[in-house]
T-cell receptor, first 110, second 114 residues
């Protein structure tokens, strides 16, 4: 059973600080990784995708992938109250579909 | 907006009703998906269509019946549902079903079965 694990939180971070969200997955051959943001009552919104080891930056967001350790993380710099949401990690295990974690609820404290 | 629309946005139905959910994508994608999202559970893939052909049925009960008349439209026909089927039903699309293709979600239909 291919699995994606996330700490459900809630994770509370002061405004302006760095929020760090982590995700581990079960299969070493996994190839592609995605982070989605979901506001309460809304649908998931794609934030980042990452396919190779290392860091990928997009504005205040940085995705980090370490395939040897089987984890992917999302850093949010200069956290804003509008970043408060549930963040979903998704992994394509090479079977043409995404497997999602349960999500981490992030709260930015003004 | 992601270019994926869903109707209705909210639906309340009795266990003996028949209803349909509709999804339309305006992104020129070739793959479309139905997901179920229940509280405290991961997003659960139900069906995958690629170029109008169903490529995945994730052991979904037959009371859920998908239909994909073309690459832009996807339906989920509902019949004789149970209260535990109450959830947020999400449609998504992607350029294809390969490893690197990103999926984009519609706003969802909040379904309540009474």
């Amino acid at each position: 059973q291919k699995e994606v694990e996330q700490n459900s939180g809630p994770l509370s971070v002061p405004e302006g600080a760095i929020a760090s969200l982590n995700c581990t997955y079960s299969d070493r051959v996994s190839q592609s990784f995605f982070w989605y943001r979901q506001y309460s009552g809304k649908s998931p919104e794609l934030i980042m995708s990452i396919y190779s080891n290392g860091d990928k930056e997009d504005g205040r967001f940085t995705a980090q992938l370490n395939k040897a350790s089987q984890y992917v993380s999302l850093l949010i710099r200069d956290s804003q109250p509008s970043d408060s949401a549930t963040y979903l990690c998704a992994v394509n295990f090479g079977n043409e579909k995404l497997t999602f974690g349960t999500g981490t609820r992030l709260t930015i404290i003004p | 907006e992601t270019g994926v629309t869903q109707t209705p946005r909210h639906l309340v139905m009795g266990m003996t009703n028949k209803k349909s959910l509709k999804c339309e994508q305006h992104l020129g994608h070739n793959a479309m998906y139905w997901y179920k999202q229940s509280a405290k559970k991961p997003l659960e893939l139900m069906f995958v269509y690629n170029f109008k052909e169903q490529t995945e049925n994730n052991s979904v009960p037959s009371r859920f019946s998908p239909e994909c008349p073309n690459s832009s439209h996807l339906f989920l026909h509902l019949h004789t549902l149970q209260p535990e089927d109450s959830a947020l039903y999400l449609c998504a699309s992607s350029p294809g079903t390969g490893l690197s293709y990103e999926q984009y979600f519609g706003p969802g239909t909040r379904l309540t079965v009474t």
